[in-house]
């Protein structure tokens, strides 16, 4: 005797049963948060151009540059669609070494600013499956100067900034959720700079910098 025939709650549990392996996997799906964090190493390299003027003359030959800075990166995200992404990284405020340079390199350290970096943008994935998913974006950064620490210019004060962003990156998903990532967003921004010369009898000192940082972002990530 059959029991999967003489027994309709026996059949009926084999029924559900396979129902509910067939529907599984999807419902999984559907129930994936849109949202992940990430964290880790953001660094920092500066293409510094600046315009300087020295008692409201400019100064031919007069340049500066920044020194690059690694530091601890937290991004979030929110997946808007299988291909786009909306993302927020956010970094512990470093602190650069402004140096002159050109005519300006027997001044030395010019001053030192602490900044905090914010980057908002959305990004682009040609490919949502497979084990590696670039993609592509573009937003705004605003950096904020958190403090100005004086050197050949004093007191120095520089200026918050606000730019344009562009970025490229790959995710390698993980399994349970996790996944490692790594980026590059171009930054295009630029400040000012205002403060004193003591070595040439407190001359006022006017300078428009132009940072455009290349931020490269390594992370481990996890969708929650």
Not at 18 to 27: N, R, V, Y
Not at 99 to 123: D, E, N, R
Request: aromatic content about 8%.
């Amino acid at each position: 005797m059959n029991p999967f025939k003489t027994n309709p709650v026996l059949r009926s549990a084999c029924l559900l049963a396979l129902a509910a392996t067939l529907t599984g996997t999807p419902a999984r799906a559907q129930d994936a948060s849109p949202w992940a964090v990430r964290l880790g190493a953001a660094h920092v390299g500066f293409s510094t151009r600046a315009d300087v003027q020295a008692g409201g003359a400019p100064v031919p030959g007069a340049d500066a540059s920044a020194s690059s800075n690694t530091t601890p990166g937290l991004e979030l995200s929110y997946a808007l669609s299988p291909q786009w992404t909306g993302r927020f990284l956010i970094g512990v405020p470093p602190t650069t070494t402004l140096t002159g340079t050109g005519t300006l390199a027997s001044a030395g350290t010019l001053g030192k600013v602490t900044y905090g970096p914010a980057v908002l943008s959305a990004t682009y994935s040609p490919w949502t499956t497979g084990p590696v998913r670039p993609y592509v974006g573009a937003g705004l950064n605003y950096t904020i100067v958190f403090r100005s620490e004086d050197g050949f210019i004093s007191p120095l004060d520089v200026k918050n900034g606000l730019g344009a962003v562009l970025q490229v990156g790959v995710e390698i998903p993980l399994d349970g959720g996790w996944s490692v990532g790594l980026d590059a967003r171009k930054i295009y921004v630029k400040t000012q700079a205002d403060g004193r010369l003591p070595a040439m009898g407190g001359a006022v000192a006017h300078a428009d910098v132009r940072l455009d940082p290349l931020v490269v972002f390594l992370s481990v990530g996890r969708r929650f």
